[in-house]
């Protein structure tokens, strides 16, 4: 195993990284910018190097600063927890060049799998099920119309270079899809610095369905069964759970031997996530792949009893994968819900500050990971993610009684500062989503319904 | 945590201090008064608004402007008083005249360099004037040489990291005194 | 939690003082007045808005504004902050030479009755005189009644439960005036 | 289920059980001293009663006033936690008499377990092993003296009426037997009321392994495996763990089938532990029955998925048990730390106080059972637990592993508080524990080399 591995991240992952090495024996280096000098990961590490000002670009995205600290402290490999630089080939190279074990895939994987149009190609010669869609980009908006008029509408325009949910364009109408087809180019061509855009047949009411694999550096892959991430308020998922439910058995058997496949195919190493759209007939399309820990690997932790960060260390050691996909073993169900530091009753409004008052829930089958702690203020320059409560139990019912119990324990209040755990036990309340009948619409009829409820303010 | 606006006053009779500088014995008694007075406020869990400390003939009387105590954060319950965190509240110190030094910071984690090469001369040296924008040094990040530049002008009073020394974002390297000259 | 204002003096005969003085000792005595007042504060149960404290030459005064309670402190405040724990003792209503009321409290959990049997007169009335130990009521737990007694005698100014109502250990029944007929 | 619960208890069980009535949609009563007032279950229950003073014997050992207190807010069953009234028949007798269901075995059966005699004649008709001793109690010196003499030294005299380890004498000279016999008949008699004693062989070394039953009220009864409790200080539990390591599967097995014949012959109904000595060479032998829940039940749970408490009210409730024996699967192993607030430098003199800060540790496979929050006050008044530490790991290696992580992030602070935390780090490093080769000799052992390091204070 390594010495001491720098973690190329901030927040709850950062600590979730740090606490795998403590277990592992491993020290582990932080590094964080000016505002997160208070932060947990910073008084956990056994070391921490100040990177850089609070904006991202000069601290958590700034390549040269991360591997210089890494090398100053003579760590010998690099965590980069999900999101920031997870999946930047460049940064996977930077490390291998400069000495450091990169804790992810291969640079040319990520590289290989981040081009949303090869990756498609890819898994579709892998055999994987993909939805009616063009597998190269559509340079023009004319050969992009007649191939949307094929396969039929609606269609779905995005990025080559996109990716969670960012740079899409729904087409209902034939005659839109040029105006359509150019606002993405010009939008991926702003986020992402390339314009080629792919079309296909857009699914209303959809489940997003991820498969966990793990892929050792000898080609044994295993998955470690289906999430449900489909409660979602624009693409940012809210609730995640641990099997996926209201799918037949054998569906959620096929689309873990399809990630398995499309692993293998794409000579995966690591830890990552094949996402898939699931329709109303359980069909299912290959979405993308996330080359990264994602942030619900928790609830996969929980019912298998299998430490996915561990395994990542493992993997990037070289060392063979402990189990086979025989040994893998689901028990129960798991949710997890993410506590951000924003208001619902105004959009979502992030609301960071001083958490006066801070306790997180506790007690049997509950896990929360969290950067928070009394006293600390949560800084307004990163992500609202505050906490992840974790539960597990025996059925997917018991588990969500188990979650409206441990979220109503939730004590956090700070001048300012609100919380999303009253919407969350609203969605675990809700009818359509205790029976699984839920799609991704859910969370706008749930915020319909309270904005009915409360008095204009 | 400002707790509100202090208000210190030192009252002593002319008379007296005359006479506490000919035995040499009242200003160590004014000191004696002063220690005390910190000292209690540091032990005191809730700040007063009004402290009166006499010994003699010297007396402090401090007052402080009443404002709303907000909900202590549990961090603040960390033994931390209004003395503690405003040590400026000593009411026998004069205000400062003199500005403080100024920093020049690390622009990035990496390696910092006093000349643009081995066995050249160094860019600057204690007692040199520097320019506002005038290059100080390098910081070496991934083979990137980054400049470390003056932000303003005045008179190197020290170098605060050796040469080749491994330095953190935001370290101090030089400090600059505006230069009288 | 009784709220009441406290107001502590201490005082010394001066002339140990006036020796120490002489003796260059007064840094001692500073510290023996500040370490009384300390000391003071540390054992009154409820902190006070005013604290004067002379010795001689030296002495110390205390005067805490009256805070408005923060909404809802973290528990973890509770009991740090002197003024956080005082609800709203008003500095404007004098300290009252009034004996405050006493109360006779239910012994344990159970049903409150006034009188020793249904129908029968009560043990007591509003206005009644009771001496220490007189029975003035029964509290019924589990089939076992147990007589409530006032602990000192008085005037029963007030019956606080309804007969046959439940009670909590330790909930006031009676309220008691010292008779001063 | 029930409508609602009066939890007879304080503490961290005293939380347990209110969240297990959450999670089963129950209404929760507790109740509290005075100087409970500001305790973690008092501001968590939908109701609480104060019920007296700080003393236990006027408050939580008071019967009538908790009786009262329960038909007062027309609870419909009481759970005692364990201590207290957990195990006092003539407490299940009034809450029957008083149509409340006691969640515990009936007040006849925690009388005949009660006595130890009883107890040993019960299970060794049924069939489990006995250290050789005595069925009755010995009621004359001589005869008790020739009994020893009889089964050979060293003997263990104790209190019919004992139990938890309280009222016993270690003989190992047959010329002081009859000395020690009185005293521990007199001993008896001031602790219990009850003078009557009995011998048996003792043990030296000997391991203390538990088993975990459940029996519902149709006479099913299954096992939830072992768990080891020898790490002890003066008979108090330090460090629990399950399965019980360093001993052959198939003794594993035995002492389960024993527990469970013993269960069935005493007419057991609830969650019990039956308690075992086993020496050397793996021969086991019945000590005694707890007719309650233990303190130690989280580790059984996170290796069998079975949350006992909730299967304590389902059974109460007249629930045959959902589980076969079958169908009961151990995964991994699971450890227990119990966090008291003491001072092992100072012979763990109990150090209650104000909680200033208090962070207990969480991330992947931690549980923390406690009642402590920041600004909590320690009562002084009651035993010294302030939190229970659990975790999980797929080997008893992994699980030592992430303790020790997980200890390290326990922060707590307080004018005078102290904790064990550092002193069960000591343990669970300790070379002899992690081989698992440890006896009840440990802390003794750990104590002596820690005060070698220390300077003498």
Redesign the interface.
């Known amino acids: 195993m390594f010495k001491k591995v720098l973690i190329a991240n901030r927040g709850e992952i950062a600590l979730r990284v740090a606490r795998a090495c403590r277990e592992l024996g491993m020290q582990a280096v932080a590094v964080y910018s000016t505002v997160d000098r208070e932060s947990a990961v910073v008084r956990y590490a056994d070391e921490a190097v100040h990177i850089g000002p609070g904006p991202a670009k000069r601290s958590y995205l700034n390549i040269a600063a991360i591997v210089e600290a890494a090398l100053q402290t003579g760590a010998d490999a690099v965590h980069p927890g999900y999101g920031f630089l997870s999946e930047d080939p460049d940064f996977a190279e930077v490390c291998q060049k400069s000495g450091l074990v990169f804790v992810g895939p291969p640079a040319e994987v990520i590289a290989a799998l981040g081009d949303k149009t090869a990756a498609r190609t890819m898994m579709a010669q892998a055999g994987l099920p993909m939805l009616p869609g063009s597998l190269e980009a559509l340079p023009s908006a004319e050969e992009a119309q007649r191939f949307a008029d094929k396969i039929g509408y609606p269609v779905i325009i995005k990025a080559a270079a996109g990716g969670g949910g960012r740079g899409m364009r729904v087409v209902t109408d034939p005659g839109r899809f040029v105006r359509s087809y150019q606002e993405t180019r010009a939008g991926a061509q702003a986020l992402f610095g390339d314009p080629r855009v792919y079309v296909e047949r857009y699914l209303e009411h959809a489940r997003h369905v991820e498969v966990q694999i793990l892929a050792d550096q000898l080609g044994n892959v295993v998955h470690l069964g289906t999430r449900d991430c489909t409660v979602q308020r624009r693409h940012q998922k809210l609730v995640e759970e641990t099997p996926a439910p209201g799918l037949p058995a054998h569906v959620l058997d096929e689309m873990g031997r399809a990630a398995v496949r499309g692993a293998q195919a794409a000579g995966y190493v690591g830890a990552g996530t094949f996402e898939f759209l699931v329709d109303a007939d359980h069909n299912f399309y290959f979405m993308e792949v996330n080359c990264r820990v994602q942030v619900e690997h928790p609830v996969t932790e929980a019912v298998t009893g299998i430490d996915i960060v561990q395994e990542q260390f493992r993997i990037a050691a070289g060392q063979p994968l402990a189990m086979r996909q025989q040994d893998v073993a689901i028990r129960g169900a798991a949710i997890e819900c993410r506590v951000n530091v924003e208001d619902p009753g105004r959009q979502f409004v992030p609301t960071p500050g001083l958490l006066e008052e801070f306790e997180p829930p506790g007690g049997p089958f509950v896990r929360v990971d969290t950067h928070g702690y009394p006293g600390y203020r949560v800084p307004a320059a990163y992500d609202p993610l505050l906490a992840k409560v974790v539960v597990w139990g025996p059925t997917r019912e018991a588990a969500l009684d188990r979650m409206d119990r441990a979220l109503a324990e939730f004590r956090v209040r700070g001048p300012g500062v609100c919380t999303t755990v009253d919407f969350l036990r609203a969605v675990v309340r809700h009818p359509q989503f205790r029976s699984a009948g839920h799609s991704t619409a859910i969370v706008d009829r749930i915020l319909a319904d309270r904005a009915g409820d409360r008095p204009a303010d | 945590m400002n707790r509100g606006v202090v208000d210190g006053v030192v009252e002593e009779r002319a008379d007296d201090v005359v006479a506490g500088l000919v035995d040499g ?1 009242l200003g160590g ?1 004014l000191d ?2 002063r220690h ?1 007075a910190m ?2 406020l540091s ?4 700040p ?9 003939e010297v007396s402090v009387e401090l007052e ?1 402007e ?1 404002a ?11 033994g931390q008083s209004p003395a503690a965190v405003r040590p400026s509240d000593d009411p026998a110190t004069p205000p400062r005249d003199a500005a403080p030094a100024h920093y020049i910071d690390a622009p ?3 390696v910092f360099y006093r000349a643009p090469e081995p066995g050249a001369p160094p860019f600057v040296n204690p007692g040199d004037l520097v320019s506002a924008g005038q290059q100080v040094g390098i910081v070496e ?2 083979k ?1 040489m980054i400049p470390v530049h003056a932000d303003r002008p005045g008179r190197v009073t020290a170098v605060l990291k050796e040469n080749g020394e ?1 330095v ?4 101090h390297l030089f400090a600059i005194a505006p230069d009288e000259g």
């Open positions: 014995h008694v004696q008064v005390t000292h209690l032990e005191l869990g809730q007063p608004h009004v402290l009166r400390l006499r010994a003699g402080w009443v709303p105590v907000p909900a202590a954060p549990p961090a603040a319950a960390t990035t984690v990496g990040a991934m990137l491994s953190e974002y935001g370290e």
